[in-house]
């Protein structure tokens, strides 16, 4: 039975971006277990007494029910480099604990910190996150992501990034990117020089 979750973010003691994980979590409900009427996810998850200082990384797990919900210490993952993996067949839909293909595929970044993920031609998402990249005059990300993540949908909606096709052969015409999600918002996400990107 595959299981499925949500990261969010606690950020002294309140939850981050649940607009989008609700949206998340239903679409993931209706679509891959075909429920309907959904629970709210800011009456679900109940921070505990204690956990309301400083930075913390909550996971719900659930299928049809929740199944738990956990809370640790957020520590960044440092990316100074990716590996350009092309995986025609690769699906990703919803954001299920089966990771073992991307598994796969990121155990081939060989050196490298991360991986860029090519889908038929175009550029999806890195393994830990959804990726904008610098143009000179505005962020874009793909139109093409394996999971929507949602701080990519909370920028979308800003217009603080746009969405548009970004093939690898369009690379070239970037300076440099930033690895977003749950846990990395734009503000604090470091760039990344399109150079560190190994072909």
Same mark, same amino acid.
Request: charged fraction near 25%.
């Given at each position: 039975?595959? $299981?499925?979750?949500?990261?969010?973010?606690?950020?002294?003691?309140?939850?981050?971006?649940?607009?989008?994980?609700?949206? %998340?979590?239903? %679409?993931?409900?209706?679509?891959?277990?075909?429920?309907?009427?959904?629970?709210?996810?800011?009456?679900?998850?109940?921070?505990?007494?204690?956990?309301?200082?400083?930075?913390?990384? /909550?996971?719900?797990?659930?299928?049809?029910?929740?199944? %738990?919900?956990?809370?640790?210490?957020?520590?960044?993952?440092?990316?100074?480099?990716?590996?350009?993996?092309?995986?025609?067949?690769?699906?990703?839909?919803?954001?299920?604990?089966?990771?073992?293909?991307?598994?796969? $595929?990121?155990?081939?970044?060989?050196? /490298?910190?991360?991986?860029?993920?090519?889908?038929?031609? /175009?550029?999806?998402?890195? &393994?830990?996150?959804?990726?904008?990249?610098?143009?000179?005059?505005?962020?874009?990300? #793909?139109?093409? #992501?394996?999971?929507?993540?949602?701080?990519?949908?909370? $920028?979308?909606?800003?217009?603080?990034?746009?969405? /548009?096709?970004?093939?690898?052969?369009?690379?070239?015409? &970037?300076?440099?990117?930033? $690895?977003?999600?749950?846990?990395?918002?734009?503000?604090?996400? #470091?760039?990344?020089?399109?150079?560190?990107?190994?072909?």
């Amino acid at each position: 039975m595959s $299981l499925y979750f949500e990261t969010i973010q606690v950020l002294e003691g309140k939850l981050q971006n649940l607009e989008f994980h609700q949206e %998340r979590f239903e %679409r993931t409900r209706s679509e891959a277990l075909g429920l309907r009427g959904h629970p709210l996810l800011g009456e679900v998850i109940q921070v505990p007494d204690g956990l309301d200082r400083g930075v913390l990384k /909550c996971r719900l797990i659930y299928h049809k029910e929740v199944v %738990r919900i956990e809370y640790e210490p957020y520590r960044a993952h440092q990316v100074r480099s990716l590996k350009l993996i092309h995986a025609d067949s690769l699906a990703y839909g919803f954001k299920s604990t089966d990771r073992g293909e991307l598994e796969v $595929l990121f155990n081939q970044r060989g050196t /490298c910190d991360d991986i860029l993920v090519v889908k038929n031609a /175009c550029i999806t998402d890195s &393994y830990y996150a959804n990726v904008i990249f610098w143009n000179g005059e505005a962020w874009e990300t #793909p139109d093409t #992501p394996l999971l929507p993540g949602t701080m990519r949908a909370s $920028l979308l909606k800003k217009r603080v990034i746009r969405e /548009c096709r970004i093939t690898a052969e369009d690379l070239a015409g &970037y300076h440099k990117l930033k $690895l977003i999600n749950a846990m990395n918002n734009f503000k604090d996400s #470091p760039e990344i020089v399109m150079e560190s990107i190994s072909w």
